[in-house]
């Protein structure tokens, strides 16, 4: 009987963050855009990031001060970056590295997240963004991180591309706008 409820109660837990994430995926009025440094913001999440990593994940953040200021929710922002490195988390289920780096590039700020996973297929590569595509097995993933991710970037003027192939990891790169740039 415990057993049974508490599969219950992860069910309903797992609802709930579904949920959760289909409300932020189509929510757009809620969004509160501040001017804040990437590379700063990335580096006060390091205690969080390296809490979501196993200890056989190494974490390398690459933020030298670049001022890399940039508009986002950074609520929002942090969610980015968190569903990126639980994917990394989740490619790498003997260890491995993942190296996070921020990086002016013209008018952008880009943060790339590149990890030593084990891969996706170009099949993956070309569907990773599409709403409840996920390379975990059932149940393991709801398939709205990445959407939620290009949401969100998109929605901050920004792009977000992936590049990866089986056997040799993965690297998903953030590029936004510069917040002391002119928007078109």
Do not use: W
Not at 34 to 51: F, I, K, S, Y
Not at 135 to 147: E, F, I
């Amino acid at each position: 009987m415990a057993d049974a409820l508490e599969g219950v109660a992860a069910s309903a837990q797992k609802g709930v963050e579904l949920t959760r994430r289909l409300l932020d995926f189509a929510r757009r009025d809620e969004t509160r855009y501040v001017v804040l440094d990437a590379g700063q913001l990335l580096c006060d999440m390091q205690p969080m990031l390296r809490r979501l990593l196993p200890r056989s994940i190494a974490l390398s953040l690459d933020t030298a001060p670049i001022d890399a200021p940039v508009r986002v929710d950074r609520s929002q922002f942090e969610l980015v970056a968190l569903d990126i490195a639980t994917n990394a988390r989740d490619a790498m289920p003997e260890g491995g590295r993942l190296q996070v780096a921020v990086q002016r590039e013209g008018d952008h700020v880009e943060i790339a997240f590149a990890d030593t996973g084990h891969g996706m297929t170009a099949d993956d590569v070309e569907r990773a963004f599409e709403p409840f595509h996920s390379t975990k097995p059932a149940g393991a993933g709801t398939g709205l991180g990445l959407a939620t991710t290009r949401c969100v970037v998109e929605r901050a003027g920004g792009t977000v591309a992936l590049d990866s192939a089986p056997g040799r990891g993965t690297t998903v790169r953030v590029r936004l706008p510069r917040a002391d740039q002119p928007t078109t």
